[in-house]
């Protein structure tokens, strides 16, 4: 009886697993490329869902007038109600710039326009009372920090705090915040108005 010779394996089987093994790899290489290509969009994207952006003509039109810079608008709107005009706070301050009725009454007559509690959920008319009252204490203070602390937390809170050496060494800057909420509030602002000018400006 003849042996017969044992018969070669396909090699078909081999290719195929190499080939699914290179097509593996290249796939993981572009789509790492692609992650570090595309990265930075996509981050921008992320930031851009967070930090959004709504009524620019208005932010923009506003600031010129009350001399304020837009991006520090932005990251208080951001702060104060995150570009939701229809919110109201737990203390009742209201729309975008989040204005308590009491100071938008008080606001209106100073500006010699009407006013309506309802008025504050008009983005129009929001900005527009919420810029003059940010501008209105800036100049009071003197100090972009010192009007945002006032802004939270009260003008005559602010006042007394500045006549406080516990708080204020110069009577016009406070070195010390002492409602946690508020030195919070002037903290996030400040962040927020700088990821506004980074990403809209």
Do not use: K
């Not at 190499?18 to 921008?44: K, S, Y």
């Not at 932005?74 to 570009?83: K, Q, Y």
């Amino acid at each position: 009886m003849q042996n017969t010779p044992p018969r070669a394996r396909p090699r078909r089987r081999r290719r195929r697993s190499g080939c699914l093994t290179i097509i593996i790899i290249l796939l993981i290489i572009a789509l790492l490329l692609g992650a570090f290509v595309f990265r930075p969009m996509l981050e921008r994207m992320w930031m851009e869902q967070r930090f959004p952006l709504q009524y620019e003509e208005l932010i923009f039109y506003y600031s010129e007038l009350r001399d304020l810079d837009p991006f520090l608008v932005m990251g208080l709107i951001r702060a104060e109600s995150t570009f939701r005009s229809h919110v109201t706070s737990p203390v009742g301050a209201s729309g975008l710039m989040q204005i308590m009725p009491t100071t938008g009454e008080w606001l209106a007559e100073r500006m010699g326009i009407s006013f309506t509690e309802d008025d504050l959920f008009r983005p129009a008319y929001n900005i527009r009372m919420g810029t003059y009252y940010l501008r209105l204490l800036i100049n009071m203070f003197g100090y972009i920090d010192t009007a945002l602390a006032a802004y939270n937390g009260g003008m005559g809170n602010v006042t007394n705090w500045l006549s406080d050496d516990r708080y204020s060494a110069d009577g016009a800057t406070l070195h010390t915040i002492p409602f946690p909420e508020t030195r919070e509030y002037v903290e996030r602002v400040n962040r927020y108005t700088e990821i506004y000018r980074e990403l809209y400006s």
